[in-house]
């Protein structure tokens, strides 16, 4: 049973053009959703989190919105950049205990 | 910067070998966890630890043990190596407050190949 699905396994994206990575939950006790980054050979790097109070949550390039009636979430990257090539995590947390998404491959194409 | 170590990067073992896997944090972090990522299903909890001597078991315990003797160290260990446990394993540790406040800080991972 696939709490968190981001059911795209990749994505490509122009660089300087907006990426957005999707992912849809189940579990409606999710407290807080948080996007972890990875590069190959490198473990998970924590991104961008955002209380389940909330509906969106902005750091500089990167904006994360939830729907919670839709239990939908989207990663936004303004503008994307060669650097954000990475696979990227979406994770709920519930009660401390978190569920992982698949991730979704990222490649931004000069 | 926390840093976590994991001593090996890639391994091969045999079926049936016991395989130690070291991990090491520097930022005196009371949670430490071990995952297995496999593609298309992410990360998936093994065993994580709160405390020195103090373990919980995560989503997918059987076939691995954990030590924690210290609390900068923690260690998995594949009591008899089988070809189902090829996978790429993560270490993480975070402060005690743990989940949106606490982000996890991963090692680099280990590669290991059961043949």
């Known amino acids: 049973d696939q709490q968190v699905k981001q059911n795209s396994p990749s994505l490509s994206v122009q660089e300087g053009r907006i990426s957005i990575l999707n992912c849809d939950y189940t579990?409606?006790?999710?407290?807080?959703f948080l996007w972890y980054k990875k590069y190959p050979a490198e473990g998970p790097t924590f991104l961008i989190s955002i209380s389940s109070i909330k509906d969106k949550n902005e750091d500089g390039r990167f904006t994360v919105f939830l729907n919670k009636s839709a239990k939908h979430l989207s990663l936004h990257i303004v503008p994307s950049q060669p650097g954000d090539s990475a696979v990227y995590f979406c994770?709920?947390?519930?009660?401390?205990?978190?569920?992982w998404g698949a991730g979704t491959k990222l490649i931004i194409k000069p | 910067d926390v840093k976590v170590t994991q001593s090996s990067r890639y391994l091969v073992k045999r079926t049936g070998e016991k395989v130690f896997l070291e991990c090491v944090q520097d930022m005196d972090h009371e949670n430490m966890f071990w995952y297995r990522q496999d593609p298309g299903l992410g990360l998936r909890l093994i065993y994580f630890?709160?405390?020195?001597?103090?373990?919980e078991k995560g989503d997918i315990p059987e076939g691995y043990s954990v030590s924690r003797e210290k609390k900068e160290r923690f260690s998995l260990i594949l009591e008899s190596a089988s070809t189902n446990q090829t996978s790429m394993y993560l270490c993480?540790?975070?402060?005690?407050?743990?989940?949106?406040?606490?982000?996890?800080?991963f090692g680099n991972g280990t590669r290991l190949t059961v043949t």
């Open positions: 993480a540790s975070s402060s005690k407050v743990w989940g949106y406040n606490s982000p996890l800080h």
């Open positions: 579990n409606s006790m999710f407290d807080y």
């Open positions: 630890s709160y405390d020195v001597k103090m373990k």
């Open positions: 994770v709920g947390d519930s009660n401390y205990q978190l569920i």
